[in-house]
């Protein structure tokens, strides 16, 4: 069973730069896996901000931008605003029609 | 603009079934695969089931496997996702997703929350 972790907390001061990962259990995470990044925040669906690892999109500040280190995907926020405070899904996608999310990162501005 | 309206949820006893709707509109229907996605109150995202668009292919994760039943009707641009076997921790809110032409979910519904228990 394919599991994606990603750091369950993180804190950043208004205006630092915060880099999120998500890693795969069995291997490497590769473009190979369209690594895109949601946001949420309570009450709310989902919202796409990165997608096939590193586009933006529509609507979605440029302060926010995704890339591979290393063997992660990362979601770099630069700049953190007070309403960027929410939580942050990578997904992965494992091919055959099927994908998985990684645990979620709530990210604390303060 | 693209809409995703999911239906259907409410309580039930574990042990039994429930179906769950996801009406679309602001786009070519048949076109595009959709996907429920779940999330267990104070949870995080599951991926749960998608289905193809004209073809209409069929996935599932292995926690639904055998007990969830993904399906279409492009005439009525709708998805449905037919649940039965109801255990405790299928208790969660439903989203539906549509699927872009790569691999990622650009739209999402508001959810639909389902509630197993006794």
């Known amino acids: 069973q394919t599991v994606v972790t990603q750091e369950p907390s993180f804190s950043v001061s208004p205006g630092g730069t915060v880099t999120l990962t998500c890693a795969l259990s069995s291997g490497s995470v590769s473009t190979n896996y369209y690594p895109s990044w949601y946001q949420q925040t309570p009450g709310q669906a989902p919202r796409i901000l990165i997608y096939?690892?590193?586009t933006r999109s529509s609507g979605v500040p440029d302060r926010f931008s995704g890339s591979i280190l290393g063997n992660k995907a990362a979601l770099i926020v630069t700049g953190a605003q007070a309403d960027d405070e929410a939580h942050y899904y990578c997904?992965?996608?494992?091919?055959?029609?099927?994908?998985?999310f990684g645990g979620g990162t709530k990210l604390t501005v303060l | 603009e693209v809409q995703l309206v999911e239906s259907g949820g409410g309580l039930v006893q574990p042990g039994g079934s429930l179906r769950l709707s996801c009406a679309a509109s602001?786009?070519?229907?048949?076109?595009?695969?959709l996907n429920w996605v779940r999330q267990a109150p104070g949870k995080g995202l599951e991926w749960v089931s998608n289905?193809?668009?004209?073809?209409?292919?069929?996935y599932y994760a292995d926690s639904v496997k055998g007990r969830f039943t993904v399906s279409r009707d492009n005439s009525k641009n709708t998805v449905y996702l037919q649940m039965s076997s109801l255990r405790v921790e299928d208790t969660a809110i439903y989203y539906c997703?549509?699927?872009?032409?790569?691999?990622?979910?650009?739209?999402w519904g508001q959810g639909t929350l389902v509630t197993v228990s006794s």
């Open positions: 997703a549509r699927r872009s032409k790569t691999a990622y979910f650009p739209n």
């Open positions: 096939n690892t590193n």
């Open positions: 602001g786009f070519t229907f048949n076109n595009y695969a």
């Open positions: 289905i193809g668009g004209d073809a209409g292919g069929t």
């Open positions: 997904l992965l996608y494992l091919g055959g029609g099927t994908w998985v």
